[in-house]
């Protein structure tokens, strides 16, 4: 099975900086791409960031250029976002998702994944 594992959210104050880490098992990591999503309240899911793991491509929501940095080990099956310079706006649960078979026009783009790790929540203070 597909298991995909998110962990690191929390409560930060604005300006601070959190990692979150996506752990994936039971497919072969170098050939997804692997993306984060965020949903705050009220609000639609929306594509934040996608790394191919085959290539380590980027990809990066305009909303979070310059402040995040997504980044793989591919030894260790697991998809890191370094998340800096946090803002208020930046509070969601955050969503990890892997498989998107369509190219990188998708990869920001929820409907292209497959499979979804569970949420971790962020909370940034003002």
């Known amino acids: 099975d597909v298991q995909l594992q998110a962990s690191g959210g929390g409560l930060v104050q604005a300006g601070g900086s959190l990692r979150l880490s996506c752990a994936a098992s039971?497919?072969?990591?170098?050939?997804?791409?692997i993306g984060w999503f965020r949903q705050a309240p009220g609000k639609e899911r929306e594509g934040v960031s996608c790394i191919s793991s085959s290539d380590g491509s980027t990809y990066y929501a305009d909303s979070v250029k310059g402040r995040f940095t997504i980044s793989s080990d591919n030894a260790k099956n697991t998809v890191y976002l370094q998340m800096n310079s946090l803002k208020a706006e930046d509070t969601a649960v955050y969503y990890c998702?892997?498989?998107?078979?369509?190219?990188?026009?998708?990869?920001?783009?929820?409907?292209?994944?497959?499979?979804w790790g569970q949420g971790t929540q962020v909370t940034v203070s003002s």
């Open positions: 039971g497919f072969t990591f170098d050939d997804y791409a």
């Open positions: 998702a892997a498989d998107c078979p369509y190219g990188s026009s998708w990869y920001l783009t929820e409907a292209c994944y497959d499979y």
